[in-house]
């Protein structure tokens, strides 16, 4: 009697690891942030900063510039710790014409990398820290 082995493995549909997990619209699938961040950006900013391990007061530099460096620096240092695909030019696109949405997009990247983290290393913290980029040129 023979036995047959199935050689196909079943395929994940969720997004490849070199891409971000949620699209730059894609605001109603976070929607108490959304409203936050609609309702106060820099204090949003602020807070996302802090979950990246970053001075929180850094986005209050965005006012000052025409190119956002916070938002510049947060898009690149999130792609750079989780491999994800994207250039300093298309951050800087995201932070100049979709201020909001870029940040919204960060945070929810932030959360669903934790969440993926937490349930693999059974950790309950809500973003992951990014301190081992703390004091390395990102731009």
């Not at 969720?14 to 605001?27: I, K, R, V, Y």
């Not at 001075?55 to 209050?60: D, E, G, H, K, T």
């Not at 997009?105 to 693999?120: M, P, T, Y």
Request: hydrophobic residues 35%.
């Amino acid at each position: 009697m023979s036995r047959n082995v199935i050689q196909v493995q079943p395929v994940s549909r969720a997004h490849s690891a070199d891409q971000w997990s949620t699209g730059l619209c894609e605001c109603h699938k976070d929607i108490g942030d959304c409203c936050f961040a609609m309702c106060c950006l820099p204090l949003f900013a602020c807070k996302v900063t802090n979950a990246v391990g970053a001075c929180p007061c850094l986005p209050l530099l965005d006012c000052i510039s025409c190119v956002p460096p916070a938002s510049l620096a947060m898009r690149a240092s999130v792609r750079e710790r989780y491999g994800i695909k994207g250039s300093v030019w298309s951050d800087c696109l995201y932070g100049c014409c979709c201020y909001t949405l870029s940040w919204l997009q960060i945070s929810r990247e932030l959360k669903r990398r934790a969440a993926v983290h937490a349930s693999s290393s059974s950790m309950s913290t809500k973003y992951t820290s990014l301190t081992s980029l703390q004091g390395a040129h990102l731009v």
